[in-house]
């Protein structure tokens, strides 16, 4: 009898080591995929701030060119340390967003449990509506908590801006450091490179590059997180944290119904297609083979309406993070061009489908 009790113990003992391993080997796979995307994250941020000049897009090439031109300009101004610009506050905002999600969304199922008795009771098209209305909950609530996180990064990033480098450069904006209101400043990355890398950035001349940082006295600021976010108060006040809430809430709502739209529609076509797409051999697979063959369709159908909800939230996130900037009359990095492109019906109007050319660098990526 202790024997076995023995056992017991030695075989929990080595489950729980064994799941500890697991645990970790999975945090450090995530991590690195996390550092190894972050960079297209940096890309996509500055195309959804950078609205290419040309009105109604230009197309995919026009499209291409800018987003090399921003990619050029990255590297000339941050090197290869702003490729993970807002680094640390980015962890920080995927960390309280899925904690925050999941823990509202455990409160909810257990709020409304989804049991045996509740499934057959109800439709199938009832158990998608029910799941995704409570996942639309625990979306918005998580959005709502992050959101200064996301909105900090933003005007972290907005520093890797082309227009920021000239204010950065500029007398004004130096004074305008020193009064507190450095929203356009970048000079966490100003003295890390040469004045030709500089010039060619920012479109002035290397002399003016040479004037400005000569005679600057140390008032520029290295916009961290903290001082970000003190700057986005002195701008706005605590609300100023929240800028672009309600398109970010938005997205989250226009994510869900289209999932749900787009689950529910291919789900029922795919009902009536698959008998003439499955082939001749079908009715001799075992039972097991056939749950399997079924399993396989399901995922790629989840993931094709993953993307779909995707797409739909796509252009609420490139408002949301435009109106980071547009906020406050006296963010000096926002551009009028982007101050004419902060809403979605001016930015649909003015940009159409370029909108969306961001999105390939988000799949990539992630959503972050």
Same mark, same amino acid.
């Given at each position: ?5 023995? @056992? +017991?113990? $030695? ?78 506050? #980015? ?6 967003? $899925? ?33 995704? =209305? ?25 520093? =890797? ?7 950065? =450069? ?34 002035? #001349? ?28 002195? @701008? ?11 398109? #970010? ?28 797409? +499955? ?58 061009? =982007? ?30």
């Amino acid at each position: 009898m202790a024997s076995s009790a023995g @056992e +017991r113990l $030695i075989d929990d003992h080595t489950e729980a080591e064994e799941a500890y391993a697991e645990a970790v080997e999975a945090s450090v796979v995530g991590l690195a995929q996390f550092l190894a995307q972050y960079p297209l994250s940096v890309v996509k941020v500055l195309v959804q701030l950078a609205p290419q000049s040309k009105d109604g897009g230009g197309g995919l090439m026009l499209a291409a060119q800018h987003t090399a031109e921003l990619m050029k300009h990255l590297w000339a101004v941050g090197g290869l340390a702003g490729l993970w610009h807002g680094l640390s506050v #980015s962890l920080g905002y995927v960390m309280v967003y $899925i904690n925050a999600n999941q823990a509202v969304l455990a409160g909810l199922n257990t709020l409304f449990p989804t049991d045996a008795a509740w499934v057959l009771a109800h439709s199938r098209r009832a158990f998608l509506l029910k799941d995704a =209305l409570l996942s639309s909950v625990s979306g918005l609530v998580a959005t709502l908590i992050a959101k200064p996180l996301q909105v900090v990064r933003t005007r972290m990033l907005a520093a =890797l801006l082309p227009q920021a480098l000239p204010l950065a =450069l500029s007398p004004a904006a130096s004074a305008a450091a020193s009064s507190g209101v450095a929203a356009a400043a970048a000079a966490t990355f100003v003295r890390r490179q040469s004045l030709a890398a500089l010039a060619a950035a920012s479109r002035i #001349s290397a002399s003016t590059a040479a004037a400005a940082i000569a005679a600057d006295t140390g008032s520029w600021p290295c916009l961290g997180a903290w001082a970000t976010a003190g700057t986005i108060v002195a @701008e706005a006040g605590a609300s100023g944290l929240f800028a672009g809430l309600l398109p #970010s809430l938005a997205g989250v709502l226009a994510q869900q119904f289209a999932y749900v739209v787009a689950l529910d529609a291919l789900d029922s076509a795919w009902s009536f297609l698959a008998p003439y797409f +499955r082939s001749a051999q079908w009715n001799e697979l075992s039972a097991l083979e056939q749950e399997t063959v079924v399993a396989g369709e399901r995922s790629a159908m989840v993931r094709l309406v993953h993307t779909i909800g995707l797409v739909a939230m796509y252009p609420f996130e490139v408002i949301a993070r435009r109106q980071a900037l547009t906020y406050s009359s006296r963010s000096l990095i926002a551009s009028p061009e =982007l101050r004419k492109r902060d809403t979605l019906a001016t930015a649909w109007a003015t940009d159409g489908f370029s909108l969306l050319h961001g999105f390939v660098f988000s799949q990539m990526a992630g959503w972050y």
